[in-house]
């Protein structure tokens, strides 16, 4: 199995932290479901051209904070996540989008008030439209 896990060695924050990052993300936000087998230290270490022993502490990681679960002779699974889990995890991830997107717009020159005013207006155009054909007027 493949993860869409990206490593950037560019970036200050260790190789072990990149990758135990993405995969809680992949966990939490859903792509990969409860009981989704998860690739061998080994497998996982080669495609991301790092040290098996950096996967292995990434996967005790995890197993610690019960994101994963190992069954000696079958391998590492995803196990199953609370639903509070998820949200917090949705919660954290948009606010530090929108952490970076008012620090950039600060770095532009806008006002506090400029910047409320583009994400209403950004929430605005984003809100999706009834479903059923039948609209509030």
Do not use: W
Request: negative net charge.
């Amino acid at each position: 199995m493949q993860l869409p896990i990206k490593v950037d060695e560019q970036r200050p924050e260790p190789m072990y932290h990149q990758i135990e990052s993405q995969l809680r993300g992949l966990i939490l936000g859903g792509q990969l479901a409860e009981g989704t087998p998860l690739p061998s230290i080994r497998e996982l270490a080669m495609s991301l051209k790092c040290s098996s022993i950096t996967i292995r502490r990434v996967y005790q990681d995890l197993e610690s904070e019960g994101y994963i679960r190992t069954r000696q002779g079958s391998g590492t699974f995803v196990a199953r996540t609370g639903g509070d889990d998820r949200r917090q995890h949705r919660l954290r991830r948009a606010a530090e989008e929108l952490e970076r997107a008012v620090d950039a717009a600060f770095q532009l020159g806008c006002s506090e008030e400029e910047i409320e005013e583009l994400f209403r207006k950004a929430v605005r155009n984003r809100v999706p439209e009834p479903k059923g054909g039948i609209q509030d007027e």
